[in-house]
């Protein structure tokens, strides 16, 4: 009966921000994640079915926007990054891949360090700096201060990296839906 409880900025806003913070128009944007300049116009008004879900999040890693605060979560320990890490392992399902440009970019769930400072879905030591400057790692794919990936990819060969990205994901997506239980 209640609406649903509004974030401080609509994750449309952010990702049009986002999209101007870069100098990149709406066709550019939808050039580089593979849809129609309508949609992101749509969606940047307020109809996220404008795109798939997948488009959105391929769009959100590019802008460097975070979807994990979308809804708004309460009780985050803080905004800066400093009480939450990355996965480093590009094989570890806290990393989305997209492929964007010929090549394979992660977006990393971040998660808390407190209590531990293993990946919980890996094992591997979670990461909080970026390796090339030293930047506390924030939201995004990619480093905010030097612009290197937060997760190397895995070495993949000869592989199609649009359909290793998009298998990957599925996998991903079926590996959460069976762990939230
Ligand atoms: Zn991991
Ligand atoms: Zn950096």
Redesign the pocket.
């Known amino acids: 009966m209640n609406a649903a409880e509004q974030p401080l900025l609509p994750l449309c806003r952010r990702l049009r921000d986002a999209r101007r913070a870069k100098g990149m128009t709406q066709s550019e944007l939808a050039g580089q994640v593979g849809c129609q300049q309508s949609a992101i116009s749509m969606l940047e008004a307020g109809r996220m079915e404008a795109l798939a879900r997948p488009t959105v999040e391929k769009m959100a890693a590019l802008l460097g926007v975070d979807l994990d605060t979308e809804p708004a979560r309460d009780a985050l320990p803080s905004a800066t990054g400093s009480g939450r890490g990355f996965c480093p392992n590009g094989d570890c399902p806290s990393n989305v891949p997209f492929a964007i440009g010929g090549e394979l970019i992660f977006w990393p769930r971040r998660q808390p360090v407190e209590g531990g400072r293993h990946c919980a879905f890996c094992g591997e030591v979670l990461e909080r700096v970026?390796r090339?400057?030293?930047?506390p790692a924030t939201e995004g794919a990619c480093?905010a201060?030097?612009?290197?990936p937060r997760v190397p990819p895995p070495p993949l060969g000869d592989s199609d990296l649009d359909h290793w990205a998009e298998t990957r994901r599925r996998c991903i997506a079926d590996w959460r839906a069976l762990h939230a239980q």
């Open positions: 970026c090339q400057c030293g930047a480093c201060t030097c612009g290197t």
